[in-house]
């Protein structure tokens, strides 16, 4: 079989395949087989039927021949797929332009392929993730929350500030003038916004004895009025942070022992999500700059059916079925399928983004690199990794595994080459981002299916 590619308008290639005479009588001689089997021929045990015979019974051996090409074409095709090392993203158009009726075969295939996208500054990057670094805001936040469960309420004279607790009588009314809230005593803490939006600014300011009529959207939307007559301002106060309540109410014995450790446990919480974002920050640069016009609806479609096939499988596994997962989520069908249509357009832009590095860059895959690939992927199963390579060649599927290897060689490219600043625009130094751990982001790389068999551990 012999294999040329030429490429098309509107994103399409011709694939054109000559199959030699011997290859498709090979395929006639397999489906005389396999028909004589299926068949039911009077005079002849299933299976023992001359070819004449079958040929006779299923209509003559131009319908032979067609039942043999029909058998054939697929793996060819995918053949023909991995010599010509295009990579399809939708199903071909086939149409045979020789040897219908005898002698050697001659078809061609139109494949939809990728769009060739354009980006620029991908060797130079700036992007901003949070900072690996705690802040001494940071410490003392949880510093204070610690301290919180000995904190007092002190009444106090001065007039109301956020944070107080406020002892209020508190009486509500709907948009229509009805009571329908009457509470003594109530105690609130000025700033959660729990009772109408305008209330909060409006006590602050004010001093027990005073009362308050205030108006506004309450929590959840209605409309709602209220007059409040304040009693008392409490507001709280910490325990002094001393050696002595240190050892009294944590596993630490000195101030500063608990200090460096609270810096510790900020410090490694800001790390790990730094490292977690980077990736994520830096294909996102990538993607941005790919318009949603030049992503393929085929494309699109194909990666969001993935997304909710592996969406199904890992519901399955827990014992959950999608109605329930809709139902504890709060979401409809179609908003669950357009938040992972949403991610499936960010997973392609990127795959686009990174495969348009690979063809600026000059970072295809070599035969060296698919052959440690091969190797990679054949460890730990029965398969030799020449034998994956044929099983990929005759799947179709050893172009994509050529593919993912080089974005992969792409993304450690662009990553080598990022400037990490944090919110205020102050550069990250690199070496505290490094880490050998996953990092969990989504850089559009597709998985390339193994042949059915003995998979990877």
Do not use: C
Not at 90 to 118: H, I
Not at 306 to 324: D, K, P, Y
Not at 406 to 425: F, H, I, M, S
Not at 427 to 453: C, N, R, S, T, Y
Request: hydrophobic letters at 40%.
């Amino acid at each position: 079989m012999r294999a040329t590619s030429e490429e098309l308008e509107d994103n399409k290639v011709k694939i054109a395949v000559e199959v030699d005479e011997a290859e498709v009588e090979t395929a006639v001689a397999t489906a005389v087989r396999t028909l004589a089997r299926q068949v039911r021929i009077p005079g002849f045990r299933p299976g023992k039927a001359p070819r004449p015979v079958v040929e006779a019974r299923i209509g003559g051996p131009r319908a032979l021949r067609d039942e043999a090409l029909r058998e054939l074409l697929p793996d060819l095709y995918a053949r023909a797929i991995s010599q010509t090392e295009v990579e399809p993203i939708s199903p071909p158009e086939l149409n045979v332009t020789k040897g219908e009726e005898e002698g050697p075969v001659e078809f061609d295939a139109v494949v939809e392929v990728r769009p060739r996208v354009y980006v620029t500054g991908h060797g130079s990057l700036r992007v901003t993730i949070p900072s690996p670094l705690p802040t001494d805001d940071e410490v003392q936040q949880l510093l204070d929350r610690l301290r919180e469960t000995d904190a007092e309420l002190r009444e106090v004279g001065r007039p109301i500030v956020t944070g107080d607790y406020v002892t209020m009588d508190v009486r509500g009314r709907d948009d229509e003038g009805h009571e329908i809230a009457s509470v003594d005593d109530y105690v609130y803490v000025v700033g959660a916004g729990t009772i109408v939006d305008v209330a909060d600014d409006q006590l602050v300011g004010m001093r027990p004895g005073e009362t308050l009529e205030v108006a506004g959207t309450a929590p959840g939307g209605s409309q709602m009025s209220f007059t409040l007559v304040l009693k008392d301002v409490r507001e709280r106060v910490l325990p002094e942070l001393t050696d002595e309540w240190v050892e009294e109410n944590s596993e630490h014995a000195t101030v500063q022992a608990l200090r460096d450790a609270t810096i510790e446990r900020i410090r490694t919480a800001k790390l790990d999500q730094a490292r977690r974002a980077k990736r994520d920050a830096v294909f996102g640069e990538l993607a941005g700059q790919v318009a949603d016009a030049e992503v393929p609806e085929s494309l699109l479609d194909a990666e969001t059916r993935e997304r909710f096939g592996e969406l199904q499988e890992s519901l399955s596994r827990s014992g959950v079925t999608v109605e329930s997962f809709l139902d504890m989520t709060r979401q409809t069908p179609d908003g669950l399928l357009e938040a992972l249509r949403l991610d499936a357009l960010h997973a392609v832009k990127v795959d686009l983004a990174l495969r348009s590095v690979v063809a600026q860059e000059d970072l295809a895959t070599t035969d060296d690199e698919l052959d440690a690939e091969l190797e990679r992927l054949s460890a730990g199963s029965t398969r030799s990794p020449a034998k994956l390579r044929d099983e990929l060649t005759e799947a179709g599927r050893l172009p994509a595994l050529r593919a993912e290897a080089a974005k992969r060689k792409a993304a450690d490219w662009v990553l080598e080459r990022v400037t990490y600043v944090d919110e205020t625009g102050a550069e990250i130094d690199k070496a505290l981002l490094d880490d050998d751990a996953p990092q969990g982001a989504d850089d559009g790389a597709e998985p390339v299916d193994q042949p059915a068999g003995d998979t990877e551990d």
